[in-house]
């Protein structure tokens, strides 16, 4: 197999994902906060992907402004992330309709049902993430225009369940909407695979975390350069009265200060000091900033190093084009290697 037979593969196999984002390869940036903003996103866009502005916790006014700095940067399509717990949710949507944003990702849980017909009447394609293969039939039957399936292997709040284990349940069965795949994915080789099981495309983030178009502090894409697929660990609930969202990121002291602050908010409810619904939001609140102080400010030491398992994989600072052509060739050579690999079958053994 030469290597144009191989690309017109490729682009069969993700033809349904470019045609839903209208873009080149079927590669989502991952949404995340801080480090997604207008230059990376119109980076990701410029070089044939589909970038995604992590909104996280901005006013209507802030995401206003950096959609329309995103575009001045780029022509192509980009979505924006909403967070689905976010107090002006609805603000926010009205904002992606004026603005025509090309896709919605509602993120953070199930839509609310007002947002999500609200989007939907604006003429706004919308995805959202399935953790569950249940979540996909419902969240298919509200109308959903595509989803996102990711595994714990992602970096940030993580579910439960591995990416294969999530696509070996959701892709055989959900063929009605574009299924993205993300979690650990971190090569195109990998990104092949789960395309040829059905998935439309595939998402990732850390990968795009040490683009040199992204904005992320030296000291935090110095850590993800270091760093191997072992250091990015799940943070630890210590009392299931108080359930945590676990969290991954790259060990430091921040990540043993979040087991320590836990035991100190547990105690001060056991005293009877805060009801168990103040305990629960203090922890919850306790990296709030944390992010921040890291991806931006540079503390690598106190704040949170949000990172998915594929940052083992990340092991220079490269421009987003190139990180996106590395995939598509590593995906390339593993169609082209096939032809060496695998004999072809003459007959059947009696």
Not at 30 to 47: D, K, Q
Not at 53 to 66: K, N, V, W, Y
Not at 247 to 254: E, F, G
Not at 319 to 340: F, P, V, W
Request: hydrophobic fraction near 50%; aromatic fraction near 4%; include cysteine.
């Amino acid at each position: 197999m030469d290597r144009d037979v191989a690309r017109a593969m490729l682009d069969r196999l993700w033809q349904r994902g470019c045609e839903f984002l209208g873009c080149d390869a079927a590669i989502m940036g991952g949404a995340m906060t801080w480090v997604s903003e207008r230059n990376l996103v119109a980076a990701i866009s410029n070089a044939g992907g589909f970038g995604v502005i992590a909104c996280g916790s901005m006013s209507p006014d802030q995401l206003s402004a950096e959609i329309v700095a995103t575009r001045a940067l780029t022509a192509r399509p980009f979505g924006v992330n909403l967070i689905v717990m976010h107090p002006r949710l609805m603000e926010l949507a009205e904002v992606c309709l004026a603005h025509k944003v090309d896709i919605v990702v509602l993120a953070g849980g199930l839509p609310p049902a007002d947002v999500f017909a609200r989007l939907k009447q604006g003429g706004a394609k919308t995805m959202a993430f399935a953790p569950a293969y249940a979540i996909a039939r419902k969240l298919v039957r509200s109308g959903v225009d595509g989803l996102v399936i990711e595994g714990m292997e992602a970096g940030g709040h993580i579910g439960a369940v591995s990416t294969s284990v999530l696509a070996q349940e959701i892709l055989p069965n959900v063929r009605e909407v574009p299924v993205f795949i993300a979690g650990g994915i971190g090569r195109g080789e990998a990104m092949l695979s789960f395309l040829e099981m059905g998935a439309a495309g595939c998402q990732l983030g850390t990968r795009f975390v040490c683009a040199s178009e992204s904005i992320a502090h030296p000291r935090f894409k110095q850590a993800f350069i270091r760093a191997a697929a072992r250091d990015a660990v799940p943070s630890v609930q210590l009392d299931p009265r108080f359930p945590v969202i676990p969290v991954r990121a790259l060990a430091n002291k921040a990540t043993q200060r979040f087991a320590e602050a836990q035991r100190e908010v547990i105690a001060k409810c056991d005293r009877g000091e805060i009801s168990q619904k103040e305990a629960q939001l203090e922890i919850e609140h306790f990296w709030a900033g944390a992010l921040r102080r890291a991806a931006i400010d540079g503390d690598v030491d106190s704040g949170s190093l949000m990172a998915g398992q594929s940052v083992g994989m990340v092991t220079r600072e490269q421009a987003t084009r190139e990180i996106i052509d590395e995939m598509i060739g590593q995906a390339l050579n593993a169609l082209i290697a096939r032809d060496t690999r695998v004999p072809e079958v003459s007959g059947v053994a009696g």
